[in-house]
């Protein structure tokens, strides 16, 4: 009994940190049978806990609460964490594809905001992103534009991880900030 009450405690620890979610569609879908249409109803949802984790999820039901419900569980179950520059950006390009949508997604400067169309911006608002410039090229199908995200969003990797998978050290893989300083004033003396 008392193993159960630990181990029921120890769940509600691990659910502690608190998940925003976001709808991002919503279809009726219906089901032709002998005796005319069955409609149920499909949704599309982002979490995150906006400090770099990130999911999505899709659920179908026969009413929206428990379509937005069984959506919100899958995206919690798919999760992926994301690493972030300064915990505001990303840390480099990139692109992501998925079926005929593509996204690139660019790290901006503070104060820049979140330049995304719909879905997009549900992921990066639910990651914690919060000065990125992103555009999707392809299909505007909200399920390809937020699959397409993630999958770019797979792809990044931060100078730490780079470093360590490199057996190197941080500040050998990124550029001193010296030699771009000495190299600019170079070419404004040859000029």
């Given at each position: ?6 181990q ?11 998940f925003?979610?976001?709808l991002?569609?919503?279809n ?6 002998k ?5 149920g ?23 929206v ?5 069984k ?14 520059r300064e915990?505001r ?9 998925h ?34 410039v ?5 299909s ?6 937020i ?10 990797s ?12 941080v500040a ?8 771009a300083?000495?190299?600019?004033a170079q ?5």
């Amino acid at each position: 009994m008392a193993r159960d009450q630990n181990q029921r405690g120890r769940r509600d620890r691990d659910e502690a940190p608190e998940f925003a979610d976001r709808l991002v569609a919503i279809n009726r879908v219906s089901k032709t049978v002998k005796g005319g249409k069955r409609f149920g109803f499909a949704a599309l949802v982002v979490v995150g806990d906006q400090k770099g984790r990130v999911g999505f999820g899709k659920g179908k039901a026969k009413e929206v609460p428990e379509a937005i419900r069984k959506a919100t569980e899958q995206a919690k179950r798919q999760m992926i964490r994301v690493q972030l520059r300064e915990g505001r950006t990303l840390h480099h390009d990139m692109e992501g594809r998925h079926g005929a949508g593509k996204v690139v997604m660019r790290t901006a400067p503070e104060g820049t905001g979140i330049i995304a169309g719909g879905p997009m911006r549900a992921v990066f608002e639910m990651l914690g992103v919060k000065d990125v410039v992103s555009k999707s090229i392809g299909s505007q199908n909200p399920y390809n534009m937020i699959r397409a995200t993630m999958d770019g969003l797979k792809k990044e990797s931060s100078p730490r991880s780079v470093a360590q998978r490199r057996g190197k050290k941080v500040a050998d893989i990124l550029p001193k900030r010296e030699d771009a300083v000495d190299t600019s004033a170079q070419v404004a003396e040859e000029a």
